[in-house]
C-alpha cells in the first residue's frame, strides 16, 4: 500500500496540501478513489496499479517495487500540471522516507496542457504520471 | 520431478558469516580430457579416445542481491568445504572443496536492484549425496 504512504507524504506538505483547491477542501488528495460527494475543485488521486514483489533463492525479499499513478485534477490544464510539479517537486528521486527506496517518473499522460477548443470552461482537467517506485515490505513469516 | 531452483542454498563451510540473498547457482561445469589415440591405421572412418585419468571439477557461478550489510565476499579466502544443496525432497547436496576465483560487484543505476556475481572454482572432486 505505498500509494497510502505517498499521500501521506503530499498530505504531510504544506505548499502541496494548501495548494489543493487552495485550501477549501484539505486535504484534497486521496489513495484510489475520490470521496462521492467531493466538492473539490481540485484534488489529487493516488493508485497502485502493478506491483513486482522481488524473491531470492530463500524467498521472498524484503524489498517491492510497485507503479503508483498520480492523478491530478484541475479546473484548468496550466493548474493540473503545475500542482503534479509540486508533487515531483517533493517526491521525485529519493522522498527522504525511511520505507522507501527510489521514487522515479517513468510515464504517463503528462502531455502538454492546452484548454478544450472554444475556451469552454466546463471540463476537469487531468495531469497524469506513473512513479516506479521501490520500497521495503516485511518478508513473509507464515510459511513451513 | 524437475522443479524450479526456489530453494536452493549455497553455503561456505568456514566463511559462514558471508550469506547473501542469492538469485541463483549455476554449476558445475565439469570437463574431462579426451585423448586421441587414432592413428594412421586407424578404420572405421572415425577418431577414437580414452578419457584422460582426471577431470576438471569447473566452476559455480552464484548470483545474488548486493546489500552491504552482508560484507564483503570472500574473494582472498584459503580452500574451504563449500556445498549446495538443492530443494528436493531429500535435499541432495554436492560438497567439493573450493574458493572464488571471481566477483563481479554490483552495477549501481537507477531503477534497478543491485546484484552481483560470484565465480567458484572446484578445488578437487565433488561428493554429491542424494
Known sequence: MIHKTLRDILRGTAAIRDRVDNGANSPGIYADNAPRNNTCKEYIVLSDVSANHSYSLSGEIGIRETIVQCDCYAETPERAYTLF???????SGNPGHADIDSCLIIG???ADPTPAKGGQNTWVY?????????HFETIPSLGV | MPKTGLGTTLGFGTTVAWSPDY???AGPNVSRGALQTSHLG??????????????DGGEYTAEFFWDEADGFPPVIAAKETITVTNNDTGAATEA??????GFDGPTRTIGSLKMA???IKV????????
Do not use: C, M, W
Not at chain 1, 126 to 134: A, E, I, L, W
Open chain 1, 85 to 91: 510539479e509540486l508533487i515531483r517537486d517533493r517526491i
Open chain 1, 108 to 110: 504517463g499522460l503528462g
Open chain 1, 126 to 134: 487531468r495531469y497524469s504520471k506513473d512513479f516506479q517506485v521501490f
Open chain 2, 23 to 25: 538469485l541463483s547457482v
Open chain 2, 42 to 55: 586407424t578404420s572405421g572412418g572415425y577418431h577414437t579416445f580414452d578419457p584422460n585419468d582426471l577431470a
Open chain 2, 96 to 101: 567439493f572443496s573450493g574458493f572464488v576465483t
Open chain 2, 117 to 119: 556475481t560470484l565465480t
Open chain 2, 123 to 130: 578445488a578437487g572432486a565433488i561428493t554429491f549425496t542424494a
